[in-house]
C-alpha cells in the first residue's frame, strides 16, 4: 500500500461492497474496494498488514470479526458514518450541523452535530434500486454499466415533464419539473433509447433522495446537506441531480470525494488504541 507501516485499518462491510481504510504510520490514508462478502480476503489483508488497531462497522462487521484472531473494535454504523464525514470535511466540533445522507444499498439521512450523530430518517430507494430497475428494464446486471448509459442520455422521453401538462410558460410550476417519473413510457408507441431510461432511474432515485433529505434540513432549520456512499461512485448522473434538486431547495450540498469510503473512515477514526478507552458506539 506504501506510505509505511499500517497502524490503523477501519473496515465497512456493507450488504453490497466492503471499503478499507488504512492509516499508515506517514499518517497518509488509503482506501481499498472489495466485492461482496469478501471476508476471507479482509482476513488476508489484516493478517498481513498486523495493525494496531482494527476498527468494524457495517452490517457484516460481527461476522468478519468472528473470522479474525485478532482483537477489533465494532463501531456504530452511523457513528461511524459521521466520524468518517467530519474528517473528510475537516471540520471542527463546534462547525455547524448538517445532515449526512448515506447512499448505499437504501439511503439513511443522519444529522452531524460536532460529534454527535443521529439517524433522522431515510427511504428504501438507493443503489439496491438502481441495480434492480436496470436489470429488470435495461437487461443491465452491472451497477457500472447503468451508470454509464445515465451518464449518457436525458430523462426527457422518459419521464412525464410539467410542461407536458402544462404547456403554457406561466403555469403553476417550473417546466422541466418532474410531474410521473416514468409518465412518458404509456404515452408513446416507441420505447426510449436505454441510456433515457437509465437516466431516468437515476432521476427517482436522486430527485426523491434530495427531497426526502431536504424537507429533514428545512424542518432542522439546516442549510448543508453532505452525500456520501458507494451509489454515487463513478456515477456522476446521480451525483448531478442531488446537487440539482437540493439546490431548488435552496439548500447547500456537496457530494464526499471518496464518499464510498466514509464507514471505513470512521471506524478507523473511532476505534480506541487500548482497551479501557471505548468511546460511545463502538462495543468489542
Not at 479474525?68 to 459521521?82: I, K, M, Y
Not at 427517482?204 to 461512485?233: C, D, K, M, Y
Request: aromatic letters at 4%; glycine letters at 16%.
Amino acid at each position: 500500500m506504501g506510505g509505511g507501516k499500517t497502524v490503523r485499518i477501519g473496515v465497512d462491510v456493507g450488504s453490497s461492497l466492503t471499503k478499507l481504510a488504512f492509516r499508515h504510520a506517514s499518517g497518509v490514508v488509503r482506501y481499498h474496494l472489495l466485492g461482496r462478502a469478501a471476508y476471507d480476503e479482509v482476513v488476508k489483508t489484516v493478517n498481513r498488514a498486523e495493525p494496531e488497531v482494527l476498527g468494524l462497522t457495517g452490517g457484516g462487521a460481527a461476522q468478519l470479526a468472528s473470522r479474525l484472531d485478532r482483537q477489533s473494535v465494532q463501531v456504530n454504523e452511523f457513528t461511524a458514518w459521521g466520524t468518517g464525514a467530519n474528517r473528510m470535511l475537516a471540520r471542527r466540533k463546534k462547525a455547524e450541523a448538517y445532515l449526512l445522507v448515506s447512499l448505499g444499498t437504501g439511503t439513511s439521512v443522519m444529522l452531524v452535530d460536532g460529534s454527535e450523530v443521529r439517524r433522522m430518517g431515510g427511504t428504501a430507494l438507493g443503489g439496491g434500486t438502481i441495480l434492480g430497475l436496470g436489470s429488470a428494464l435495461l437487461h443491465q446486471s452491472d451497477f457500472g454499466g447503468t451508470c454509464q448509459l445515465a451518464a449518457q442520455g436525458t430523462r426527457d422521453s422518459v419521464d412525464l415533464l410539467v410542461r407536458d401538462i402544462y404547456p403554457d410558460p406561466d403555469g403553476p410550476l417550473k417546466g422541466d419539473l418532474t410531474a410521473a417519473s416514468f409518465g412518458r413510457l404509456a404515452r408513446q408507441d416507441n420505447a426510449p433509447p436505454p441510456e433515457d431510461v437509465a437516466a431516468a432511474i437515476m432521476r427517482l432515485v436522486g430527485e426523491n433522495v434530495a427531497l426526502i433529505a431536504g424537507g429533514h434540513a428545512q424542518r432542522l432549520g439546516l442549510s448543508r446537506l453532505v452525500f456520501g456512499g458507494s451509489t454515487l461512485r463513478n456515477n456522476p448522473a446521480l451525483a448531478e441531480v442531488l446537487i440539482e434538486v437540493s439546490g431548488l431547495l435552496g439548500l447547500k450540498a456537496c457530494i464526499l470525494e471518496n464518499g464510498e469510503f466514509v464507514g471505513a473512515l470512521g471506524a478507523l477514526e473511532w476505534a480506541p488504541e487500548a482497551e479501557g478507552e471505548m468511546p460511545a458506539g463502538g462495543s468489542k
